[in-house]
């Protein structure tokens, strides 16, 4: 029977010992850090899941003063729920270009999808100068803003977290066909980001 020695698992591994470790950790046990991801994305969801359920009865039960009104413009949310949408494919072609071992193709569309979060993110702070009412109006308005605060947060650190894999995925980094963790865990929080975002601009701007 062959072992395999320190320094063959190096050379494997393009000499990156901490490559080297992981391969020895998920050899011995089995590697469910995707499973722990998705279980905090749920818990993370049902946080959502409270802000929506204030917000309707916000709505519900604390009307605005007379002359208010609820509707919300419709144009830029739209835009903004295309681009997160269009941003979700990119994410999908950066992980297929990835799996083939094109980095340079992978990189081009991890920055696409980074600009598209940004951009996306500066349609929301269009859209908030441009609101009916204020943060402190009444509770309907407040909850409105943490909704759309608390998700575009997501946003923020969904594209931080996209450049970092970026910055990993270049030549001698550590992200690789062989080794794509980052990019699957962050791509896999990405499309959860996106899919809150569809409930949201549902809820928020449709009902």
């Known amino acids: 029977m062959t072992s ?8 494997s591994t393009g000499g990156d010992p901490s490559v080297a470790h992981d391969d020895q950790q998920h050899g011995e046990h089995g590697d469910h ?38 509707e919300l413009e419709l144009l830029l949310p739209t835009i903004n729920t295309v681009l997160l949408l269009a941003s979700s494919f990119t994410f999908h072609r950066a992980g297929s270009a990835l799996k083939r071992s094109d980095r340079g193709g992978c990189r ?6 980074a600009a598209l979060g940004f951009t996306f993110l500066a349609g929301q702070m269009k859209e908030y100068f441009s609101l009916p009412f204020g943060l402190t109006d009444n509770l309907f308005a407040s909850t409105f803003y943490a ?3 608390f998700h575009g947060l997501h946003v923020t650190l969904g594209g931080l977290m996209i450049l970092i894999v970026w ?13 794509p963790f980052p990019l699957e865990a962050t791509e896999l929080y990405w499309h959860f980001v996106d899919g ?10 449709l009902l």
Do not use: C, E, K
Request: hydrophobic share 55%; no cysteine.
């Open 4 to 11: 395999l020695s320190p320094s063959n698992n190096l050379s």
């Open 33 to 70: 850090r995707l499973f722990g991801l998705a279980t905090f994305l749920v818990a993370d969801g049902m946080t959502f899941a409270g802000f929506f359920a204030a917000y309707l009865t916000f709505r519900a039960v604390n009307p605005l003063p007379a002359g208010a009104i609820y």
């Open 108 to 113: 081009t569309w991890l920055l696409i999808t």
């Open 147 to 149: 909704i759309t605060g």
């Open 167 to 179: 910055w990993q995925s270049r030549t001698g980094g550590r992200v690789s066909a062989d080794h």
């Open 196 to 205: 809150i975002w569809v409930v949201l601009y549902a809820i928020l701007y």
